[in-house]
């Protein structure tokens, strides 16, 4: 059989109520690893498995830290006889860990982000089928190649691509512009297509040696925007700049000005979207003369991750641009 390993962070699917009817107010985190695969024994149908426990925390509070900890940790396995990873996570970042890990670990073996929108306690906890799935999909030899998935409610979609739809719902994970890329059906993975940018085996990015990660923030454009925040990350010192636009990257005049500030101080500037779904190219002459770069179709939270680790390479434009188009 193959060898499994779950790595455990914390999330809904190790939450505890005392209550079987709550699914709010929970202690994310408080179960076990080793209590968790012990609820769902039926993994050990499909593979040897063993878990571990990385940290415990709700993901709202995930960190750079985690994730360098969990890609080498990661990365350590695969050198191994480890021949599938399954991470068990809080749904609030579930889709930027993913991402990274997509882009930091160098493996064609699996890696499979799961979660639960329910408590382990509660009436109907979809943590346990999740895991399973997991699981399943992690020892399929249809899942080598295709990058970090994350399979939650049944669903295989892409780490590049999924983001949560809903605060509440047990299906809240899509990739609402390109779609899943399979099911477990019955039990069984199958998949219908693949991702075709660049992850895991073919990234030039890598965790070795790193200790922290370049400072890149998130600047959310709208109506009557002004040069507050900019200004701030300015005086912060930061790396990087994602601005979160309206529309195709749209920025406020009044925050153009501060952005084109930031370039001139050596911040890398990355124009995203706050719409949801599209690609955010070329736009007016002064973005291109102010040397903003264009965020391609990624969420704004999932191109702060790419600038951050091509930040760790180059600080040519150039060449980050290059990589948007390619990740």
């Known amino acids: 059989m193959l060898n499994i390993r779950i790595l455990a962070t914390g999330g809904t699917i190790a939450g505890r109520s005392e209550f079987s009817t709550a699914t709010t107010g929970y202690k994310s985190g408080a179960i076990s690893i080793d209590d968790l695969i012990d609820a769902v024994p039926q993994v050990k149908n499909f593979a040897n498995v063993?878990?571990?426990?990385?940290?415990?925390?709700d993901s709202k509070d995930m960190t750079d830290d985690v994730w360098l900890k969990l890609a080498t940790r990661i990365n350590q396995l695969f050198t191994g006889d480890v021949d599938g990873i399954v991470v068990t996570h809080g749904t609030d970042t579930l889709e930027e860990t993913a991402y990274f890990l997509n882009l930091?670990?160098?493996s064609s073996k699996p890696v499979i982000l799961t979660a639960a929108m329910r408590p382990a306690t509660a009436i109907s906890a979809d943590g346990a089928m999740n895991l399973l799935n997991a699981v399943r999909v992690?020892?399929?030899p249809a899942s080598v190649g295709k990058g970090v998935?994350?399979?939650?409610n049944d669903e295989i979609n892409a780490a590049r691509e999924v983001t949560k739809t809903n605060t509440i719902t047990v299906s809240t994970f899509k990739s609402p512009e390109l779609g899943l890329l399979g099911y477990v059906n019955a039990g069984t993975p199958e998949f219908y297509r693949t991702s075709t940018r660049r992850?895991?085996?073919n990234s030039e990015f890598s965790?070795?040696?790193?200790?922290?990660?370049?400072r890149v923030k998130i600047i959310y454009g709208h109506a009557g925007d002004d040069e507050l925040f900019v200004d701030a990350a300015i005086n912060a010192a930061v790396d990087g700049?994602?601005?979160?636009?309206?529309?195709?990257g749209?920025?406020?005049?009044?925050a153009e000005k501060a952005l084109a500030r930031a370039v001139a101080n050596g911040i890398v500037v990355v124009r995203s979207s706050r719409v949801g779904n599209g690609t955010v190219i070329p736009a007016e002459q002064s973005y291109i003369d102010n040397h903003f770069l264009d965020g391609d179709n990624l969420s704004p939270q999932k191109a702060r991750i790419l600038l951050q680790l091509a930040l760790t390479k180059t600080v040519n434009l150039t060449d980050i641009q290059r990589m948007f188009k390619q990740y």
């Not at 965790?207 to 370049?214: F, N, R």
């Not at 700049?241 to 195709?248: C, D, E, K």
């Not at 749209?250 to 009044?254: D, F, G």
């Open 250 to 254: 749209s920025v406020h005049v009044n």
């Open 241 to 248: 700049i994602i601005y979160a636009g309206t529309g195709n």
């Open 199 to 201: 992850h895991t085996s």
């Open 149 to 152: 998935l994350v399979a939650l």
């Open 50 to 57: 063993t878990g571990e426990q990385i940290c415990s925390i």
């Open 207 to 214: 965790v070795d040696g790193l200790t922290k990660l370049p």
């Open 138 to 140: 992690a020892a399929s």
């Open 104 to 106: 930091t670990v160098h």
